[in-house]
Each structure stands twice: as C-alpha cells, then as structure tokens.
C-alpha cells in the first residue's frame, strides 16, 4: 500500500545534513533546528501510487550512493547506471521542478487552444461570407504536429492532477536522462577540515556551463553540468568530457563557498544545513543581490 506521507527528498540523502542540522525556509527569521529529517520535504499523497517508483529506485541507489561518498575509486560500471538512475530521479521528482514543469505545459495547452480557437472562427467566418477556403490548407503529413491539441489537453490534464503530473514526469523523464548521466565525468570535491557544504529542495541543480542557468540546459547537451552536495563533507558535478570517469578534488575554502553559494542560487525554498551557516541564513532573510527570489 502507498503511504500518504511521501518525501520529496529521500531521507537517507537529508539524515547527513539534518541528524541533528538546521532548515532554512525562505522568508523566516531564524532555521529551524532538527535532529530527525522525517517531517522535513513531506507533502500528503504527492506523487500518488508513482512514490511506489521513487521506493526502488532509492532502495537500488542508496547503498550505491554511499559506496560514492565513502570511496568513489571503487565505483564501477555497473553502480554508475544505477547512480545514473537514482540522480535521474533526483532530478525530476522535487516540487521546484514538477510544478515548474506543470506550469509550462498548462500555459502551452492554453497556448495551442487559443490558436485553435482563432483559426476556427476564420473558417466559420469565411463559411458564413462564402469564401473560398482554400487560404486555409491542411497540413502534409510531413510537417503536422507530432502533438495534437488533443494530445496536449490530455497531457496538461493529467499534468493537473494528483499525483498525474508526477507519474507522467517519472515514468517519462528517468530513462533518457539516465542515459545522459551515464555518459558524463564525475568530480567528487572534498571539504577541507572545519568547512562544510549544504543542500537544498532543488537537491540536484543541472544548468548550461555556457549561460550558468538552467534556462534551456538538458542533460543530453554537451554543455550540460549537474550538481549536487553528496553530504556535508563532498560535493559533485557532473559534465562531459572526452572520456567518463571519476576524479577526486580536494577543494578550497573559497571553493567550498562558491559551491554553496550555487546550492543557495537554485535553492527554491528550503536549504539545509548540518551546521549552522552564515550565507544560508543571509539567503533566507532575503540578504544580497544573490539571496533574493527568483
């Protein structure tokens, strides 16, 4: 049976950074401390029977993923594809996304009614005054929609309804962007002592390395670059080079910081945190050119 109480992140990924730490949430006055992330990213029935998918992939992917952060030389082949999946995962299943990702296609199959509707009134009206309709021809097989407006009503639908959205996210999204990560180098950033990185509820970040935006970035792009905070203690980005591997970065303070700095960019409204950090709490009280919402 599938539980109502669904995480939008995976618990096993928050324990690092909230047994004990602290949550961020945009446009409070101070975090709130936590030693047990379960009531931290819930939402009730969110992705519907489809959690049932976000279940496997976790149980897949968890020991794969901490076999990444405790020694990423001894990753193989076959646990970079299982990595790739549960990454994948990571990226399409957070609300920052989904609801994005709803909010364009409703406005598209607004978009596509609206056109639809127009058009029609033409015709009636050309019908109505006698005209010849040949102003109005049909298009070839060759450059018709491969979606039809039909098609993207049904879509948008589906998109609008409980747990609907997410499935057709998942279930359509995971495997080809699965196939693109396995395809990338992975750079494994190690904080110096007495630094720390943190995460957010855009826990996986995939932006273009030619705008720095995830605006128009896709994973199967060569300027695509992926990135996400594996614990408090390493960091990854992920991008493609001529050959797939893996390297090891011992990073910088200053380092630590950018990459932080980014976390908190794409962070859409919590962060969190192991250790109380001055640069998350600017951005939830809204401090500084990069703290305030997008």
Not at 84 to 92: M, W
Not at 180 to 195: C, D, N, T
Request: glycine share 6%; with cysteine.
């Amino acid at each position: 049976m599938t539980s109502r109480r669904q995480h939008t992140i995976p618990r096993f990924y928050l324990n690092p950074f909230l047994a004990p730490g602290f949550v961020y949430r945009r446009g409070e006055e101070a975090p709130r401390a936590t030693y047990n992330p379960r009531d931290v990213a819930v939402s009730r029935s969110y992705y519907g029977k489809a959690d049932e998918f976000n279940t496997v992939v976790e149980e897949e992917g968890a020991p794969v993923f901490k076999q990444l952060i405790e020694d990423p030389r001894l990753i193989t082949r076959d646990d970079w594809e299982v990595l790739s999946y549960l990454f994948a995962n990571f990226a399409v299943r957070t609300p920052a996304v989904v609801e994005s990702v709803r909010a364009t296609m409703q406005i598209l199959a607004a978009q596509a009614n609206s056109m639809a509707k127009k058009m029609a009134e033409r015709i009636q009206e050309a019908l109505e005054a006698g005209s010849d309709l040949s102003e109005f021809p049909r298009p070839s097989f060759d450059d018709s929609p491969s979606t039809s407006i039909a098609e993207s009503n049904e879509y948008a639908a589906r998109m609008g309804m409980a747990g609907g959205h997410r499935l057709a996210m998942l279930f359509d999204a995971v495997p080809e962007t699965a196939a693109g990560i396995q395809k990338m180098q992975l750079s494994v950033f190690e904080a110096p002592s007495g630094h720390e990185f943190i995460t957010s509820d855009r826990l996986l970040v995939l932006r273009s390395r030619v705008s720095d935006s995830p605006e128009g970035a896709g994973w199967l792009r060569p300027d695509a670059v992926g990135s996400i905070a594996l614990c408090p203690s390493k960091f990854l980005l992920m991008s493609y080079e001529d050959l797939p591997g893996i390297r090891r970065v011992s990073a910088t303070p200053k380092q630590v910081a950018a990459l932080n700095i980014d976390t908190l960019r794409f962070a859409d409204q919590e962060v969190y945190s192991r250790l109380e950090n001055d640069e998350a709490n600017d951005w939830m009280k809204g401090r500084g050119r990069w703290c305030k919402p997008r």
